[in-house]
């Protein structure tokens, strides 16, 4: 999946035509820029966030968050984007969620409880046979089904694409030995194919406020905007209990197709507001593409593999320095109406000795006219 950098969007914004050729040119002074992916808050949290209550309230308590819960526990809390989100997901290769109830229902720790004790077996089980389990699998409890897309005791399973529906408490140990031991089908329940995109929402009040807070008003909001852009039914958002960061709330995992192989890959985001849903459904589901502010790790991902990830610093502090720093350059290119510029492969050059993409190397001679292609993120 390609990662969508603030600073490379805003170079392509400044040469951006209808018109697809590789290389495409355009007056300054007639483009206006409008970096609208470009949403940071480096220097303060948002101060006026919708706080709402979900539709079916009763199934995601607490239902609403009064404004001195949001101070303390919601959007508006003072640790809100002080820490690095990158690399802040333990390595995993392999996400079971047991559908259970909702988050009213579950206690601190969903998977050991004995009012829940379906999970509870499943937990047991899974951790018996630890050793013999030879993909790294995490367990989490998730919620929201209403008897249509799911039932209690459904299994689904990442990045298999496979639900299987209605776990039994006596079926738990055979289930547990065929399919996540030996890797084999369950023989004796019935399975579908998963399709489509899946949004898991830390909403587990009771282990932490701050995802009991920040999770409802992020599901509300999700499913208003996968409504208002067709995506009913292509897009699925589900409560599930604590992932691990409570102190990046909101939290929320996506399993979805790579639009370059069809992979299925799980992306972890942290410190997502109701702002950022429509960000999460258009960069993200729709156009295939990283949130680099917000991304905390992946499924499959060993901390190695995240660190250059950390290195680009994923603070929203210094992508804005950036951002100014080459809005400036352009409304310097700008203020001469007849200087152009050109989008190439190595970001926004123009006219001049000047380059906006900050590039001053010069092109080696044996490389002058030669074709190239738009720039790849």
């Known amino acids: 999946m390609r990662t969508a950098h603030p600073s490379r969007a805003l170079a392509s914004a400044a040469a951006n035509l209808l018109h697809p050729s590789a290389r495409r040119c355009v007056t300054l002074a007639r483009l206006p820029l409008r970096p609208s992916l470009l949403r940071r808050r480096a220097a303060a949290p948002p101060t006026q966030l919708r706080v709402r209550s979900m539709a079916t309230a009763d199934s995601l308590a607490p239902a609403a968050a009064t404004a001195d819960q949001d101070a303390k526990f919601g959007f508006r809390r003072a640790e809100m984007y002080k820490s690095s989100l990158s690399n802040t997901v333990d390595a995993y290769d392999r996400h079971v969620f047991v559908c259970f109830k909702g988050p009213e229902a579950w206690a601190p720790r969903a998977e050991d409880s004995d009012a829940a004790v379906l999970p509870k ?3 047991s089980a899974v951790k018996a046979r630890k050793e013999e389990i030879s993909v790294k699998t995490k367990l989490t409890v998730c919620g929201g089904c209403n008897g249509t897309e799911c039932s209690d005791g459904d299994v689904l399973i990442f990045p298999d694409m496979i639900k299987y529906k209605g776990l039994s408490e006596s079926e738990v140990d055979g289930f547990v030995d065929e399919v996540l031991v030996n890797g084999r089908p369950w023989a004796s329940g019935v399975s579908e194919v998963l399709t489509g ?3 898991f929402v830390c909403a587990h009040g009771s282990h932490d406020r701050r995802c009991g807070v920040c999770g409802p008003p992020l599901i509300e909001m999700l499913n208003e905007e996968i409504e208002s ?10 409560p599930c209990s604590h992932i691990g960061g409570h102190k990046y709330a ?14 299925i890959t799980g992306h972890w985001y942290g410190y997502v507001t109701p702002d950022d849903v429509p960000n999460v459904l258009d960069q993200h589901i729709i156009q295939g593409l990283v949130i680099e502010g917000l991304w905390r790790g992946q499924m499959g991902a060993s901390s190695k593999n995240c660190e250059k990830v950390e290195q680009q610093d994923l603070q929203n502090k210094k992508d804005v320095k950036e951002t100014e720093k080459l809005q400036a350059s352009i409304t310097e290119a700008v203020k001469d109406s007849s200087f152009t510029c050109c989008q190439e492969a190595n970001g926004v050059s123009c006219r001049g000795d000047r380059n ?4 001053n190397e010069k092109k080696p001679k044996e490389a002058e006219g ?3 292609g738009p720039s790849k993120l």
């Open 250 to 263: 909101g939290n929320l995992i996506i399993y979805s197709p790579d639009k370059e192989e069809g992979k």
């Open 229 to 238: 852009r067709g995506l009913k039914g292509q897009v699925s958002v589900r």
């Open 370 to 372: 030669e074709k190239r």
């Open 197 to 199: 995109s899946h949004i």
């Open 356 to 359: 906006i993409s900050g590039n």
């Open 121 to 123: 077996l499943l937990s």
